[in-house]
């Protein structure tokens, strides 16, 4: 009896191996899709019962490998199932859908549902320590979205672009640009030189009364100029012709 060559018996046991694999991966594709339970939870989905429908799914993911869809499914609704909310889950679930399907039209949508429950994550840390970081994020990410959906605007309608809408240089961050500005020199207020007492010598026929009138312009300042001067006064009448007096400044100066 003839035996084949080896060479002949190793491409064989290859090409089977490749096939028996392919057809493996795809028939776990097809029995995802063709599944009661996925059928099950896709039912449940569009009455919303969406604990039913999460329950079916998880199910799936528990016994079978190559399940995109399910796990697509599961991550969905730890995200927004308010009952049974998990982001912690959802981010597993949808780096699993990654895994098994990189190059689908639903991968850059799901990438964007990891950042969001990442937040979510950060969101419900013990204390809020990232917090005013998150608020940061959304009103920038806010803000870009702004300004691109006018620049959109202004380039369909042939208007020119203002210095903000401009494509900004590379590098250049409004860090660096506010360093980079120089800011103008506060200049201080110089301070008011003190007000200087002014010396009077007593005339005759002067009192308190017309001394206070004549240099504050009425005479409720008699008892400061009195004050001012009991080195030299005895009382309030006892002023004398050639006496020199010290009339300090009002309080308004």
Same mark, same amino acid.
């Given at each position: 009896?003839?035996?084949?060559?080896?060479?002949?018996?190793?491409?064989?046991?290859?090409?089977?191996?490749?096939?028996?694999?392919?057809?493996?991966?795809?028939?776990?594709?097809?029995?995802?899709?063709?599944?009661?339970?996925?059928?099950?939870?896709?039912? $449940?989905?569009?009455?919303? @019962?969406?604990?039913?429908?999460?329950?079916?799914?998880?199910?799936?993911?528990?016994?079978?490998?190559?399940?995109?869809?399910?796990?697509?499914?599961?991550?969905?609704?730890?995200?927004?199932?308010?009952?049974?909310?998990?982001?912690?889950?959802?981010?597993?679930?949808?780096?699993?859908?990654?895994?098994l399907e990189p190059s689908s039209r639903e991968a850059p949508k799901v990438k964007q549902l990891i950042?969001?429950?990442?937040?979510?994550?950060?969101?419900?840390? =013990?204390? @809020? =320590? $990232?917090?005013?970081?998150?608020?940061?994020?959304?009103?920038?990410?806010?803000?870009?979205?702004?300004?691109?959906?006018?620049?959109?605007? @202004?380039?369909?309608?042939?208007?020119?672009?203002?210095?903000?809408?401009?494509?900004?240089?590379?590098?250049?961050? =409004?860090? +660096?640009?506010?360093?980079?500005?120089?800011? =103008?020199?506060?200049?201080?207020?110089?301070?008011?030189?003190?007000?200087?007492?002014?010396?009077?010598?007593?005339?005759?026929?002067?009192?308190? $009364?017309?001394?206070?009138?004549?240099?504050?312009?009425?005479?409720?300042?008699?008892?400061?100029?009195?004050? +001012?001067?009991?080195?030299?006064?005895?009382?309030?009448?006892?002023?004398?012709?050639?006496?020199?007096?010290?009339?300090?400044?009002?309080?308004?100066?």
């Amino acid at each position: 009896m003839k035996t084949l060559p080896s060479s002949i018996l190793f491409l064989s046991a290859f090409l089977f191996f490749t096939f028996s694999t392919g057809c493996s991966n795809f028939d776990q594709v097809a029995e995802e899709e063709n599944s009661s339970a996925f059928k099950r939870g896709r039912s $449940y989905l569009k009455v919303g @019962k969406n604990e039913e429908a999460l329950d079916e799914f998880l199910s799936i993911t528990r016994r079978m490998v190559n399940c995109p869809k399910s796990h697509l499914e599961v991550g969905r609704l730890y995200l927004t199932l308010n009952a049974r909310k998990d982001p912690v889950a959802a981010v597993y679930h949808f780096r699993r859908y990654l895994f098994l399907e990189p190059s689908s039209r639903e991968a850059p949508k799901v990438k964007q549902l990891i950042v969001t429950a990442e937040r979510e994550i950060i969101r419900n840390l =013990p204390g @809020k =320590p $990232y917090a005013g970081y998150l608020n940061g994020l959304v009103l920038q990410e806010e803000n870009l979205k702004l300004h691109r959906e006018v620049a959109d605007l @202004k380039a369909r309608l042939g208007m020119p672009l203002s210095e903000s809408l401009k494509p900004k240089i590379a590098g250049a961050s =409004p860090m +660096a640009s506010a360093i980079a500005t120089p800011s =103008p020199k506060s200049v201080a207020p110089q301070a008011k030189p003190p007000v200087q007492s002014k010396s009077y010598v007593v005339q005759k026929g002067d009192s308190l $009364y017309l001394i206070s009138r004549k240099f504050y312009g009425d005479s409720s300042h008699i008892d400061r100029i009195y004050q +001012a001067n009991r080195g030299v006064m005895k009382s309030k009448n006892s002023l004398q012709v050639g006496q020199t007096l010290r009339i300090p400044p009002s309080s308004g100066n």
